[in-house]
């Protein structure tokens, strides 16, 4: 009997499922141009006095389906065109072809209201959605091979140049530059600069990915010093509009076409027109919330492949990055012949000012990108791929006039030209020469005598708890005179307490550079205070702003002799060794170090000492990092770390040699890495290292503490010096920047610009 009553039960829901089914209307069809036969995607199509209905896709199909009997006819509607009514016949399922027109008449307007909201994709977001579905097969990393050749000028602009600032006495002995002025088309002054031009060939390998490119020609008005030619490259950031995540002054934006992007942006079609000979659709995009790390603008779609044509977009005013008061991106793309598209322009404006006000004087940064002799699909030899990923030819900074003439892309306007003759006149002029100098002397901290300068004057003077009041003379050779070639410095300094004359006595040459990969040798032989770790030639613990802002007496130096060579060679763009060989003597002394453990070092005698002699090879891997220059050329560092950055030192300490008192090895690696995100930026980084073998504790590992008043995120500030030494240990550290996530969310901050 219940068998009986489950067969009836489903057999009564198959009949009335049977039934209902029976009785829907299904209608597809295809909605065209009467005149032109071509389909009508983004058409609305609906039930004639109802709210059910749709939009065409892109190639105008559509399905409409509704069990309301009473509804028998269907209207087609597009902007532009006279609506079209046709009837259908209720409960059945059919396929229909409808015609539009052109409109004739004048445009009424029509008010649609409804009592009901349907879930449905627009047709802004069917066209984004169709975008993201085949994005992989549009843009540089949808070929295995590619050559282009790359052509770039970027312009340096002061904007927005006030009357008030011409008429600055600074400034007469300057009055021909402002010759030079211009305006844009809305109507803002602005004066030129700077110009900076660059021709290069640029390959492509997919699998396994890399980028070879080989500068051919580079000129960077006023400019000798080529570092600062990568770094004004490097200012402007690489803006994929397929990518996900697009990262910014440090921060990772989403992209408009982002698989996640319906979270972040709103998007709206816009218009629709033929373009170069192609049917497009103009899609605009907007953020969300106020303060989201997006952009907004619009993008031309193709309508038969659903690739970008051209994209103009924004960062608007709510986001907050230092000192950037607006920058908008244009870029322009072209259909290859296996269907594919490809960027051939790019136009990058960036607005920097203190007070992030357009309306106050900024300074302008215009960079124009051009592609062109395009070669995709084309196999290249493994070999060209090896060595750096950038490549400088032997003539690229030394190109003529005839050959920048022929090789440009574009001829370079008026105002343009007159850049490269208005800043040679500037470097002329006795005014230029003087402010320059005292810029220098306020930067380096010395005073240049031609070819020898005498400094450091931050480092003439301060005290510490052992040496009392220190004074401190320094001389060196002019790094600018010798540039590539040597540096030889030197100080003598004395402390009225300690009683002791220290010196310090220094050279560095620079080898032979390929590619401008650092090349190096040197050394150095002091007799002076210094920290535990003993890493840096160059004394720190006597800059009188240590000695202000200092909240605890340092009474805590090692009274060190040391000499010291090393060769260093960088071997491709980002991969460095460094072999060093270190022997030193370190002394006891009152109150600071004592030999017996027994003995307080409050107690110490003054009179013992121990040697170490040691070899150190240390390797830097900061694949992608770009590098400038410091102290005059003769020291590095790092601008990003957006690539992870690895560090390897292995120490071993020999007994005997040289009057070493101890064996022993040490090894130590760092990791550090920067990860932009949607939601801001992650720092971390990890360090582990383990010292083999018995020696004195100011040979071992002693992490940095804190003695100023000032927080220090490279030390633990709430450790003091000393503190902690140890033979073995494992760091980590992370801090993350949510780059407004948080607070932009909050009403008033954005207002009273906290920050």
């Known amino acids: 009997m219940h068998t009986n009553k489950n067969l009836l039960l489903t057999t009564f829901i198959l009949l009335v499922s049977t039934l209902t089914w029976a009785q829907q209307t299904i ?9 032109t036969g071509e389909e009508m995607g983004f058409a609305d199509i609906y039930f004639t006095d109802s709210y059910i209905g749709t939009t065409a896709e892109f190639d105008g199909t559509f399905t409409l389906e509704t069990d309301d009997m009473s509804l028998t006819s269907v209207t087609a509607a597009f902007l532009g065109y006279d609506s079209k009514t046709v009837t259908i016949n209720p409960g059945q399922e059919q396929n229909i072809i409808i015609e539009l027109s052109a409109e004739t008449s004048e445009l009424v307007e029509v008010v649609v209201e409804r009592t009901r909201k349907v879930k449905k994709d627009t047709a802004a977001i069917a066209l984004y959605r169709r975008v993201v579905r085949n994005k992989d097969k549009f843009g540089a990393s949808a070929y295995d091979f590619y050559y282009y050749e790359d052509y770039s000028k970027t312009e340096f602009d002061l904007f927005n140049v006030k009357d008030k600032f011409m008429d600055r006495k600074i400034l007469k002995p300057f009055d021909f530059v402002f010759e030079n002025l211009d305006t844009t088309d809305g109507g803002e002054v602005y004066l030129p600069v700077l110009l900076k031009e660059k021709i290069s060939d640029v390959y492509y390998r997919k699998k396994p990915k890399k980028t070879k490119t080989i500068v051919k020609a580079d000129q960077f008005s006023g400019i000798d010093n080529v570092e600062l030619f990568g770094f004004a490259d490097y200012s402007f950031p690489e803006i994929d509009i397929y990518r996900n995540t697009i990262e910014l002054g440090g921060k990772g934006f989403t992209s408009p076409f982002s698989r996640t992007a319906l979270i972040t942006y709103k998007f709206f079609l816009a218009d629709s027109m033929n373009i170069d000979g192609r049917y497009c659709y103009k899609l605009d995009f907007t953020p969300r919330r106020k303060g989201d790390l997006a952009f907004t603008g619009h993008a031309w779609i193709d309508k038969e492949t659903a690739a970008i044509k051209s994209t103009d977009i924004y960062v608007l005013d709510q986001i907050n990055i230092n000192f950037l008061s607006g920058m908008s991106v244009k870029q322009d793309y072209m259909p290859m012949d296996d269907g594919k598209w490809f960027k051939d322009y790019e136009q990058m404006e960036v607005m920097m000012n203190i007070t992030e006000n357009k309306k106050k004087q900024a300074v302008r940064v215009l960079k124009t990108t051009m592609m062109r002799d395009f070669e995709v699909g084309k196999k290249y030899d493994d070999t060209l791929f090896k060595g750096d990923a950038e490549e400088v030819a032997d003539k690229a900074y030394k190109r003529t006039e005839d050959y920048w003439k022929k090789s440009r892309h574009v001829e370079l306007t008026e105002t343009e030209e007159n850049i490269y003759t208005t800043v040679k006149k500037v470097k002329e002029t006795r005014a230029y020469k003087a402010y320059e100098y005292f810029g220098r002397t306020v930067s380096t901290g010395f005073l240049n005598a031609g070819p020898i300068e005498f400094g450091r004057f931050f ?33 003598v300094a004395y402390g009225e307490k300690d009683q002791l004359w220290k010196y310090h006595l220094g050279a560095n040459f620079h080898l032979k550079r390929e590619n401008n990969k650092w090349h190096m040798i040197g050394g150095h032989y002091r007799y002076d205070w210094s920290d535990y770790n003993f890493k840096n ?43 060093s060989a270190k022997h030193k003597t370190i002394y006891e002394w009152p109150e600071t170090f004592s030999l017996d453990p027994t003995i307080p070092d409050s107690v110490a005698t003054g009179t013992g000492s121990f040697n170490a002699m040691e070899f150190n090879l240390h390797t830097r891997w900061g694949m992608g990092q770009l590098m400038v220059s410091r102290n005059g050329g003769f020291g ?46 992650t720092y971390y980084d990890i360090g582990v290292g383990k010292t083999f073998g018995s020696i004195p504790y100011p040979l071992l590992t002693v992490h940095k503490g804190n003695r100023s008043f000032l927080y220090n995120k490279h030390v633990y500030n709430m450790m003091d010096d000393l503190e902690y030494v140890n033979d073995a240990y494992l760091t980590f550290g992370v801090r ?14 954005k207002k009273l610009k906290l920050r």
């Open 636 to 681: 590095r560092e790092a601008l990003d770390i957006s690539a992870p950055v690895l560090d390897v030192n292995y120490t071993v300490g020999v007994k005997g040699l040289l009057g070493g008192d101890y064996a022993y090895h040490q090894i130590s690696a760092s990791l550090n890495h920067k990860i932009a995100s949607q939601i801001g930026r």
């Open 736 to 749: 993350h920047h949510f780059d407004g996530f948080i607070f932009n969310t909050i009403p008033g901050v």
């Open 537 to 579: 030639p160059y004394m720190t613990h006597d800059h009188i702003l240590g000695s202000l802002l200092r909240s605890r007496p340092l009474d805590n130096l090692f009274l060190i002799r040391e000499g010291y060579l090393f060769y260093e060679k960088e071997w491709i763009k980002g991969l460095s060794n460094k072999l």
């Open 27 to 35: 209608v597809t069809g295809l909605i065209k141009d009467k005149d």
């Open 459 to 491: 480092q003439f003077f301060s005290w510490n708890a052992i040496e009392g009041r220190r004074y401190r003379m320094g001389i060196r050779t002019n790094p600018r005179q010798y540039r590539d070639k040597f540096l030889i410095e030197g100080y």
